[in-house]
């Protein structure tokens, strides 16, 4: 796929030991996105301006605000690629709640959940699925080998959903948030099921994150680093193996390990 | 300072080569902390319920509900720490904008900022102030020796304020936003001036970051690592220095280098 797009070409001045030397560096691109929903307004996104639509469909989503991929009836992106227009069957008290309260939360791509704040109610993940700590070793490594937009800018989170018939999707954002709604919005768009799927993710665990693999009904997330404390008891309560610090061969099981075999 | 009350210990499986051993581990916690503001409730954060003072004052400040410390009368933090009750002078139209547009932004710690979206006009920074290279490389080097948090859980971002008279603030969150927050609001709650001052941030500069240095009138942002195109136009229109990828003796300077002297 062509990133170039995504890239911006600047000069800056490069210094080292003192010396100062002006360079072309290339940065990425970070443009705000605006979500209408049934011709309304509903919120802008600060993100990589690609995959706007699996973006908006994964948001929207992950919030509850859309309940099934068959309630949207359209979606269209305006031609600058900063305004998606979605036509859909929303569920009224998620998409008031998404206005009622603000939580900032702490993952990088930001967020507002009601979800966290338990309106919505989950059912406790009892998928049985097991996978060997082996894939999940080869799987982040392959996970970090191919990020063409990180390694040249640095400036990127990523996502893939390893899914049951062993293909993967991924997806790559500035925000850790932004990455996971993108990879689920394009296995929603494509109609790939998630249910039984382990969700990588570059960045750390907090609370949000794993909401967001809660909603999804994913029963497996993984991460190359750590969780905080609230993030593993909503591991915990929601029936989701949570596992951080994957380097080499080495993970931390923090919920739930009998899905992962040795 | 004992930073014990903010780790949490659980039991995990670590996985080491297809070995499972049961051990004890340390998270960091991640509370949700809502903000009163005249009574009212204002937002909620999700962070580690530490310097929620501080972390209160340079929220509202950076987003222009409260422009001056003094037109703050009282903060009282409830018991469990989970709430700040603010009394102070509030700027209306800020207060009422930070409920009008939510935007996602993709920096660690959220953020819903209705300045990026331009409704407060900020001067350009002309402060003029010279800063040596080596100066930069010295401070990021201490700057990352000296966090506990981070070393124990590795899920912590940290920011700094370098002031001009080579004293240094410090703050840590599990949000970059809200260890940026925190550092400010310790130098507004204490009195001291960071308009001319050094910003070091552990995290990536997208635009929101970049914003809060602004607002502050901080002339100069550093990190170890990248900025997006738009934190480095925002930077630019505004007259703020921008640093990237300071690691040793290297550093790109991205914007006004004029106060960075070989």
Chains 1, 2 share one sequence.
Do not use: W
Request: proline share 2%; with cysteine; hydrophobic share 40%.
């Amino acid at each position: 796929m062509d990133n170039s797009r995504y890239l911006k070409k600047i000069l800056i001045d490069k210094v080292s030991g003192g010396e100062f030397i002006e360079k072309e560096d290339v940065v990425i691109d970070e443009s705000r996105i605006s979500i209408y929903l049934n011709g309304e307004k509903t919120i802008s996104m600060m993100c990589i301006p690609k995959n706007q639509e699996a973006h908006a469909v994964g948001f929207l989503m992950s919030e509850n605000v859309i309940s099934n991929i068959e309630d949207i009836k359209s979606i269209n992106i305006s031609e600058d690629g900063l305004r998606v227009d979605i036509e859909a069957i929303v569920d009224e008290s998620s998409l008031e709640n998404l206005y009622k309260e603000k939580t900032l939360v702490s993952g990088c791509g930001g967020g507002v959940t009601g979800n966290i704040a338990g309106n919505v109610e989950i059912p406790f993940n009892q998928v049985s699925m097991e996978v060997k700590a082996e894939t999940i070793s080869s799987e982040i490594k392959k996970f970090y080998e191919d990020s063409e937009l990180y390694l040249l800018t640095g400036c990127v989170h990523k996502a893939m959903l390893y899914l049951e018939d062993k293909t993967t999707v991924t997806a790559e954002d500035i925000g850790r948030h932004n990455a996971i709604d993108k990879v689920v919005g394009l296995c929603k768009l494509r109609g790939l099921d998630t249910t039984k799927s382990v969700l990588f993710v570059s960045g750390r665990l907090s609370s949000e994150m794993v909401v967001k693999a809660v909603m999804h009904k994913i029963p497996i997330i993984v991460s190359r680093t750590a969780p905080t404390h609230l993030g593993v008891t909503t591991a915990h309560t929601h029936g989701l193996t949570l596992i951080g610090f994957a380097r080499g061969k080495k993970m931390n099981i923090y919920t739930h390990s009998g899905r992962i075999i040795g």
